[in-house]
């Protein structure tokens, strides 16, 4: 059985793609939600959490812009066996937050190992060499990290092509902003991967670990020009239907 696929509709951003036509998908429309954009309320958690409540964890789930990749904790809370964190991702995600008590695409993986109690270690892939140094040592202890500058290393790859099987299963979560510009558009900085080196490191992963769901984000968000959007969007779908299908063929 194929894995549910589902669409998070925060900024409308996915009315301007198509990549999930051909497929059978659910829209949760979370566009009504106030005190979502980058901080999430408490009252906006909630909400969020009692929308995706009848959908499973083990799905793919594209999640609209990275404003919004604090939803990938809402999906984490919802697994019920112990699990890792696969994240690809140009930013740790792991800034002490601005204003306590406010759930942020800053800091929503610093959050989640504080309460999440079955996510044992986060494997972090992509973010640059010096996102590392402002993550808080008691962290560290349950971090695997890759650069991308390491991604360009020989040796990391022959590591790599070594790693043991895991015991656990693994979460990925996916912001399209690890990938360069030719593969991807967003309104943060970006990586330097390629979509073909990140297929390759999804492969390499789940050939050694059990895969429980996949989350997606990286859109470009909407606004006022229009034709600027048409550029992006058409980027972005391009992607995300080679992720999809990439996703669904191993599935």
Known sequence: MKPQTIIMDFSHVYEQEDFY?????????????AGTS??????AADEIRRRIRPYSPYGIHFI??????????FWMEKIEEPFHLLLFDYHSDMQP???PGLLSC???????MDENRNLRQVW???????AFAGIAQPYRRRLQCISLQALQEQQTWVQ?????????????????DVLNTYFARTDWSQGGLSLPVLEKLLGLFESRCRVLGVDVCGEWKADARFLLNQEEAAINNQSNLELLRFLLRRA
């Open 64 to 73: 609209d812009s990275g404003d919004y990749h604090y939803v990938s904790a």
């Open 160 to 176: 790599l092509h070594r790693l043991q099987s895991s015991r656990l299963p693994v979460y990925v979560s996916i912001d399209k």
């Open 21 to 33: 036509r051909n497929t059978r998908f659910v829209w949760v429309d979370c566009s009504d939600i």
């Open 38 to 43: 980058c901080y999430c309320t408490p009252q």
């Open 124 to 130: 972090m892939v992509g973010p640059d060499e010096s």
């Open 106 to 112: 800053g800091c929503w993986v610093q959050r989640a």
């Open 97 to 99: 937050p601005k204003f």
